[in-house]
Antibody, heavy 121, light 108 residues
């Protein structure tokens, strides 16, 4: 059974960089069948796709966040990571990692439980 | 960017009733790249429907999806107690993928 687990600081100061890691178990990131994505959900709000990475390192980002995002992959650790720079209170959210088949028609079929990140001094 | 609008915002129904949720796109969603998710409090979203009308693995057949172009519907034929949740639609037809604001189905 495939499982994803987010980890990282729950509190980040304004203007700093938010860093999260998603550890994948039960599947190999470099199996090649999936994109590995980050999504966030602001408190009491809907969902916002942040971006994804393929095991080769190819990335695709949401243009609204593109200048501040870096998504990377570590296939040896079966992990992928998100860095979001210059954070403000508006980046306070629950951050999820998820798996997407290469044919994205099939939707995000496995999600992590989510991790809450608060931006505050 | 395609904007998705979901209606109603909240649907108050009793167990056993039929729920009809709407998702409308600002532009046609190509190839019916439209998915539905269910989210319960303090849980991650769960994939219900992909390709507008295909149930994901393990999803009960009381859930069905339909529609094309700009208008899509999620129907729950008979609400079970565990179905009270928030439902989101998502489009993959145009980049970036976007989600609707959600419809909350709560107990009347």
């Amino acid at each position: 059974q495939v499982q994803l687990q987010e980890s990282g600081p729950g509190l980040v100061k304004p203007s700093q960089t938010l860093s999260l890691t998603c550890t994948v178990s039960g599947d190999s990131i470099n199996s090649g069948g999936y994109y590995w994505s980050w999504i966030r959900q602001h408190p009491g709000k809907g969902l916002e796709w942040i971006g994804y990475i393929y095991y080769t390192g190819t990335t695709h980002y949401n243009p609204s966040l593109k200048n501040r995002i870096t998504i990377s992959v570590d296939t040896s650790e079966n992990q992928f990571s998100l860095k979001l720079s210059s954070v403000t209170a508006a980046d306070t959210a629950v951050y999820y990692c998820a798996r997407e088949p290469l044919l994205r028609y099939y939707g995000m079929d496995v999600w992590g439980q989510g991790t809450t990140v608060t931006v505050s001094s | 960017e395609i904007v998705l609008t979901q209606s109603p915002g909240t649907l108050s129904l009793s167990p056993g009733e039929r729920a009809t949720l709407s998702c409308r796109a600002s532009q046609s969603v190509s190839s019916n790249y439209l998915t539905w998710y269910q989210q319960k409090p303090d849980q991650a979203p769960r994939l219900l429907i992909y390709g507008a009308s295909n149930r994901a693995t393990g999803i009960p057949d009381r859930f069905s999806g339909s529609g094309s172009g700009t208008d899509f519907t999620l129907t729950i034929s008979r609400l079970a107690p565990e179905d009270f949740a928030v439902y989101y639609c998502q489009q993959y037809g145009s980049s970036p993928t976007t989600f609707g604001p959600g419809t909350k189905v709560d107990i009347k």
